[in-house]
């Protein structure tokens, strides 16, 4: 069985969530760096792997697939303990909850709203846009409300062993504190606070590192 090949940049939230899992199972793979932002966009060819132009695209032993959800339930599937999901109906639900927090409402608030504006906007010597920041800030607050609603004590967000809704929401709240008032945010929700202090000392955080940080 050969090492599964992710395409896609060390940059991507998305990208990360998917070597996340990949470094939770302690699975050997490969990356292969895939810019959609290039000047020249992604390569040609890149089209055959993911007809939406989005990364990543995954391959292992031929299988190709494409879209985070199911390339991080592949992982989960495919490759030995630890499991990546809840073991209880109710646990499994909750974690796709979180799951889907972040893809329809932490990504686009608190990553492009208030990271893309207000971080890397003035590193790259440009202001950002302040009603969308504002604005950002203001949906930041709601996820962040929800998901300390559903936060449990100890060390995974869910309580017990570690699993997607970990490894979704990590990358998202690495760039989100990155913002002074993001992070100023943030110690105003106890058990959220007290499980990002948790989950960045992990080593899958460590190797997995964007170089945006």
Same mark, same amino acid.
């Given at each position: 069985?050969?090492?599964?090949?992710?395409?896609?940049?060390?940059y991507?939230? *998305?990208? +990360?969530?998917? +070597?996340?899992?990949?470094?939770?199972?302690?699975?050997? *793979? +490969?990356?292969v760096? %895939?810019?959609?932002?290039?000047?020249?966009g992604?390569?040609?060819?890149?089209?055959? +792997?993911?007809?939406?132009?989005?990364?990543?695209?995954?391959?292992?032993?031929?299988?190709?697939?494409?879209?985070?959800?199911?390339?991080?339930? *592949? %992982?989960?599937?495919?490759?030995?303990?630890?499991?990546?999901?809840?073991?209880?109906?109710?646990?499994?639900?909750?974690?796709?909850?979180?799951?889907?927090?972040?893809?329809?409402? $932490?990504?686009?608030?608190?990553?492009?709203?208030?990271?893309?504006?207000?971080?890397?906007?003035?590193?790259?010597?440009?202001?950002?846009?302040?009603?969308?920041?504002?604005e950002?800030?203001?949906?930041?607050?709601?996820?962040?409300?929800?998901?300390?609603?559903? $936060?449990?004590?100890g060390?995974?967000?869910?309580?017990?062993t %570690?699993?997607?809704?970990?490894?979704?929401?990590?990358?998202?709240?690495?760039?989100?504190?990155?913002?002074?008032?993001?992070?100023?945010?943030?110690?105003q929700?106890?058990r959220?606070?007290?499980w990002?202090?948790?989950?960045?000392?992990?080593?899958?955080?460590?190797?997995?590192?964007?170089?945006?940080?």
């Open positions: 069985m050969s090492d599964p090949i992710l395409f896609g940049a060390a991507s939230v *998305y990208v +990360r969530i998917a +070597r996340l899992a990949l470094a939770e199972k302690g699975v050997a *793979y +490969r990356l760096e %895939i810019d959609i932002f290039a000047d020249s992604p390569p040609a060819d890149y089209a055959t +792997r993911q007809p939406f132009g989005r990364i990543p695209a995954f391959e292992h032993d031929g299988f190709r697939l494409y879209e985070t959800g199911a390339i991080t339930r *592949y %992982i989960d599937e495919a490759f030995a303990e630890p499991p990546l999901m809840p073991a209880s109906l109710k646990g499994r639900a909750r974690a796709n909850q979180v799951m889907s927090i972040v893809d329809n409402y $932490a990504y686009p608030a608190m990553v492009w709203g208030v990271f893309v504006e207000a971080v890397r906007a003035p590193a790259q010597g440009r202001s950002g846009n302040a009603a969308k920041i504002a950002a800030f203001g949906k930041s607050g709601t996820c962040l409300d929800a998901l300390e609603a559903v $936060a449990e004590p060390g995974a967000l869910l309580g017990g %570690i699993s997607l809704a970990d490894l979704y929401l990590a990358p998202v709240m690495r760039y989100f504190t990155m913002a002074p008032e993001g992070a100023a945010l943030l110690i929700r106890p959220l606070a007290r990002w202090g948790w989950m960045e000392q992990r080593p899958s955080m460590a190797a997995t590192k964007s170089p945006m940080e």
